[in-house]
């Protein structure tokens, strides 16, 4: 492997899925100013919409995930669109 390219600041972090609340404890490089408890260990924690607790390839279950109304923008602007024509 080629010398300093790879990062050193791999440290335990934890991710977790706002959808469900499920949480992964791992290491990462991401820079995070929250933090969470974790069986007695304060660790970084990084917040995700969708994981593969919660996604629907690994559900099986078809989820609708609407973040900051972007479902409800696309309907809108599809229907002034639609009633152009």
């Not at 390219?5 to 820079?31: A, Q």
């Not at 069986?39 to 917040?47: A, F, I, N, Q, S």
């Not at 923008?73 to 152009?84: G, T």
Request: hydrophobic content about 30%; charged content about 30%; overall charge positive.
């Amino acid at each position: 492997m080629k010398e300093g390219i790879h990062p050193e600041n791999y440290r335990l972090v934890v991710f977790k899925d706002m959808s469900n609340g499920e949480t992964f404890l791992t290491k990462s490089t991401i820079n995070t100013k929250d933090t969470i408890e974790l069986d007695g260990t304060e660790y970084p924690l990084v917040k995700v919409e969708i994981s593969s607790t919660s996604h629907p390839f690994y559900t099986g279950k078809m989820k609708l995930v609407d973040t900051a109304g972007r479902v409800d923008k696309f309907r809108s602007r599809y229907a002034k669109h639609a009633q152009k024509e």
